[in-house]
């Protein structure tokens, strides 16, 4: 009697597995997805820290209960309008929200004519103040120069926010911008309000430093979304393949 000899690599009864190009293609197009979110979501995880917001004194930008994502920047980075947290233990020696108005070298004043505030006697023009809040720096009045390597803040909602103003007899109201944390780029919580922050330019009129570039917070947002979503629609187009062969091959 015969003996057939077979391949050592092929079980008997066992057809040899092939890859077809849609195969190859659905197994790019999911590893590719997965690099993209994890790779995305990491970076976020590392190079951003959430803070929650618990008072209305940034709105309308930021609202109470707002969690906000902040990325670290330098102390010598930081500009006119950026958003920035920050903890000074001269203030609540807590975590705060505020935007920055001034910085050092810089004299602030309150107010011109028209309710706005003036940096070294230009008057400055804010359109992210809450609308119908009055003048546009609050009651009181205030002519401060700042200190090199020191930072005057406000918030946007001026009749209520506690901020440099409240702070004039310490050091005239200004922060040191070691203490800054991070510069806020964007609102990931509630998730229905999810939205990057984007740079104001109020400032740019005037010489120095002004609010910096944002961070990679959208595309790093859009690309851990964007793997996500090929990562499900190859894993989709490879079902309603497979079903579509099965069927075929049923009629056949």
Not at 2 to 26: C, H, I, N
Not at 55 to 62: E, G, K, L
Not at 95 to 105: E, N, P, S
Request: proline residues 8%; hydrophobic residues 40%.
């Amino acid at each position: 009697m015969a003996v057939t000899e077979q391949d050592p690599g092929t079980a008997v009864g066992s057809p040899r597995r092939r890859f077809t190009p849609g195969g190859v293609l659905q197994a790019v197009g999911i590893t590719v997805g997965l690099l993209a979110m994890v790779g995305g979501f990491a970076l976020l995880a590392v190079m951003y820290r959430p803070y929650s917001v618990p008072t209305d004194s940034m709105q309308p930008t930021v609202r109470p209960g707002d969690v906000v994502l902040a990325h670290p920047v330098k102390a010598g980075d930081i500009g006119r309008g950026d958003i920035v947290v920050f903890n000074d233990p001269q203030w609540e020696g807590s975590d705060l929200v505020k935007r920055v108005v001034a910085v050092g070298g810089d004299t602030v004043a309150c107010c011109d004519t028209r309710g706005r505030i003036t940096v070294d006697g230009h008057p400055v023009t804010e359109p992210y103040l809450q609308p119908g809040a009055g003048g546009s720096a609050g009651s009181g009045t205030f002519d401060v120069t700042v200190p090199p390597g020191r930072l005057f803040l406000l918030g946007d909602n001026r009749p209520v926010s506690q901020d440099s103003r409240v702070h004039l007899a310490i050091d005239g109201g200004t922060v040191a911008a070691d203490q800054v944390v991070g510069r806020v780029d964007g609102v990931v919580w509630p998730l229905g309000d999810t939205r990057a922050l984007t740079r104001t330019s109020a400032f740019d009129a005037l010489p120095g430093r002004d609010a910096s570039t944002p961070g990679p917070l959208s595309l790093l947002t859009w690309t851990t979304l964007g793997g996500g979503a090929l990562v499900l629609l190859t894993a989709a187009l490879g079902t309603f393949g497979g079903l579509v062969r099965r069927l075929r091959s049923r009629r056949t």
